[in-house]
């Protein structure tokens, strides 16, 4: 379970420039959920996100996950708990490191960073069984460096990477936005194949109202740092916010 | 002949400095000035504990345990105090300086009467070689071994996208000051092994040094077609040994040794820009035909 208590953040406080985002914002999640959140540019979408990922400190408030306080956890250690999909295809792989040193690390993430070889045999079937579920052919790629793939390759590698350590929380980031409608359908459909019968919460930021309303169980529209709607269920197919 | 056997042990040494600047400048994408205090480091220390008659190869891995030292001063001051990597390193640099004069207590130390690795025989140059040759070899495999463990890829993955890194829940801070201190290790074994090999020890052996290791990456780099890691990290030993080639035959053309440090950062500047400059040359070609 994922839970934010009375969040508050502002940024550049006491500044000419103070930018209010959160005023005791309440939030919760069960595990398995799946919820699209919308809202417009400066919502505070992204803000949440980055306060659940420990990329941005709360002024105020708590973050749980699973009963535990994460609120003021390193990055790096809550991070064994939290994927992580950014909007740029770039971020989240490393271009001159090869595919399957790129999944090596990804896989790794639980287990200590000893002096043991980081690619062997084993690890290295794994990769090509995870890989061909992409549909990309990236099975038979494991030496080429994630630079020379596209930006909808390196999405989709993106995704499972954050997925393939089976972390609590799935935070995804307008993850389509960059790509072309092709691969915004195909990285759409490995999220829900991997979302599907998993009991990880994923959170999905988009502004596709028609991606916002197939996918998940849940919507939830942010606006000036509220939640002004939660819906779930057949519900979702009617609804038509004004931004 | 001697010369050119001389030339590329003198190579093979300078190479071992453009290997621990490879590990900051391109495995970690941090431009670090620690070299040249590293290098200077580990030629005082080494210098100090031969001529008090400690066994040279004791001393010159003593002097790479304390040129690591140096690289995590650099990783704290980047790291902790968040000051930015060129000036982490210049800080540290300039404070060896002084912990340099202070290790030697004397501007330089002359090892002529010491026993050092080398022979200073006049026909034991080739054995010199083979030598100095061995040991390279053996921190190029060691190395390449280390960069594909667990920890090594980790380190390759942090220089290259560190937020990746962060979110992939790596303690980025950690890996960034294990390798600043591999690459500080290395360069003051290299200062070692440099001054065992010069017979005296300078305060000033280092300066201007770390152009040397840039140009010898480069040169590397231009020479080598392939496109791994383990590719591009040897091609710096040859680049190292090209490099020195090049200076011996400028000197023996009749160069002023005063201007040799100039020729160095034009030749560094040029091969830095290169890749550029034919991109725009290719370019006003292409313009001038349409």
Avoid: W
């Amino acid at each position: 379970m994922l839970k934010v208590e009375n969040l508050y953040k502002t940024f550049a406080k006491n500044k000419p420039d103070e930018k209010n985002i959160f005023n005791g914002l309440n939030f919760c999640a069960k595990a398995g959920e799946f919820i699209t959140i919308i809202g417009g540019n400066g919502a505070g979408k992204s803000t949440l996100m980055n306060i659940i990922s420990g990329q941005t400190l709360p002024d105020k408030g708590k973050i749980y996950v699973d009963g535990s306080d994460i609120t003021y956890t390193p990055q790096h250690r809550r991070a064994k708990a939290i994927g992580r999909v950014f909007q740029d295809p770039l971020k989240g792989t490393a271009p001159a490191l090869t595919v399957e040193e790129n999944l090596a690390m990804a896989m790794l993430k639980n287990s200590p960073k000893s002096l043991k070889f980081a690619i062997g045999q084993k690890i290295s079937d794994q990769m090509k069984q995870k890989l061909s579920c992409l549909n990309l052919g990236l099975q038979d790629r494991l030496k080429s460096k994630v630079g020379l793939l596209s930006g909808g390759q390196r999405q989709a590698l993106t995704l499972l990477m954050a997925t393939i350590a089976e972390p609590k929380v799935l935070l995804l980031d307008e993850p389509t936005s960059a790509l072309d409608p092709k691969s915004q359908d195909n990285i759409l459909e490995l999220i829900e194949k991997i979302s599907n019968n998993s009991t990880m919460i994923t959170l999905m930021i988009t502004h596709n109202m028609e991606h916002a309303t197939r996918l998940g169980t849940r919507t939830i529209m942010i606006n000036s740092g509220k939640i002004q709607m939660d819906i779930s269920g057949s519900q979702r197919k009617n609804i038509r916010p004004n931004f | 002949m001697n010369i050119l056997i001389s030339t590329i042990t003198q190579g093979l040494i300078y190479a071992i400095l453009g290997i621990g600047v490879y590990i900051t400048f391109r495995i970690l994408n941090f431009a670090d000035m620690t070299a040249e205090g590293s290098l200077g480091l580990g030629g005082s220390v080494c210098a100090v504990l031969v001529s008090n008659a400690v066994n040279p190869v004791t001393s010159i891995i003593l002097a790479g345990f304390i040129g690591s030292a140096s690289g995590l001063v650099t990783g704290v001051l980047h790291t902790k105090f968040k000051i930015q990597p060129i000036l982490s390193g210049i800080l540290t640099m300039i404070a060896l300086y002084s912990i340099n004069l202070k290790i030697m207590g004397k501007p330089n130390i002359s090892l002529i009467e010491s026993e050092t690795i080398f022979s200073s025989k006049e026909g034991d140059q080739l054995i010199n070689l083979i030598l100095m040759a061995i040991i390279c070899l053996i921190i190029l495999v060691l190395l390449i071994l280390f960069f594909k463990t667990r920890l090594g890829l980790s380190i390759r993955a942090t220089g290259d996208n560190e937020e990746m890194m962060r979110a992939l829940g790596t303690n980025t801070n950690s890996k960034k000051q294990l390798a600043l201190s591999i690459s500080g290790g290395i360069c003051a074994i290299s200062g070692a092994l440099l001054s065992l090999n010069q017979g005296y020890s300078d305060v000033n052996m280092g300066t201007g040094t770390i152009v040397i290791a840039l140009s010898s990456i480069v040169i590397g780099e231009a020479l080598t077609c392939k496109n791994s890691f383990q590719a591009k990290l040897v091609s710096v030993v040859f680049g190292s040994i090209a490099y020195r080639l090049i200076i011996t035959l400028v000197l023996n053309l009749g160069m002023n040794p005063q201007d040799l440090k100039l020729f160095t950062a034009a030749v560094a500047a040029i091969l830095l820009g290169l890749p550029n400059i034919r991109k725009t040359i290719k370019r006003s070609v292409i313009n001038a035909k349409s």
